[in-house]
């Protein structure tokens, strides 16, 4: 079936580095975006970001531009999210989803990876 | 950066009820809104896209309508699994923004 499966949780320090791994399968890789979103405890949701799975291309959350760096892999169907310079405000849950072309809303999201940022 | 305001942002209401939430764009958007439930601990879900078309396999006492730069969404009969939050989200231009979300609860 069409799913994103997420890798799993992960503890860091502050000022450490983490990327998050977003596997597609069931559709083609590569015929739709994937945007990021993220949620820190008991808050909304917040867009982070977006690539296009077919060139590459990227847009970036300009609160996040410098730290956050999206790439994919299509031999893999994998998209990655990696975010540089944590701080406990990074703590929270990030999801990959897919993004439809033309946008029209992210039809399958990822399962979630719990970031907890922590001295 | 266009902002997207939801009100209300708490909502109490029974079983039967009919509910609508509104969705406001600090300009216009045209109809690239969509419409998303997401119960805790778990991932978002597509409800609307295009501010008004029901994403496949989404109950059809769930609508939306609007454009420009406000949209609401109703449920038309509320069930006990419609208690969640919804957000609504802007698709057309970066950032790709969430509204701040609403809280349906049970009364």
Known sequence: QVQLVQSGAEVKKPGASVKVSCKASGYTFTRYDVSWVRQAPGQGLEWMGWISTYNGNTNYAENLQGRLSLTRDTSTSTAYMELRSLTSDDTGVYYCARDRRPPDGFDIWGQGTMINVSS | ?107
């Open chain 2, 1 to 107: 950066d266009i902002q997207l305001t939801q009100s209300p942002s708490f909502l109490s209401a029974s079983v039967g009820d009919r509910v609508t939430i509104t969705c406001r764009a600090s300009q216009g958007i045209s109809s690239y809104l969509a419409w998303y439930q997401q119960k805790p601990g778990k991932a978002p879900k597509l409800l609307i896209y295009s501010a008004s078309t029901l994403q496949s396999g989404v109950p059809s006492r769930f609508r939306g309508s609007g454009s420009g730069t406000e949209f609401t969404l109703t449920i038309s009969s509320l069930q006990p699994e419609d208690f969640a939050t919804y957000y609504c989200q802007l698709l057309n231009s970066y950032p790709r923004s969430f509204g701040q979300g609403t809280k349906l609860e049970v009364k």
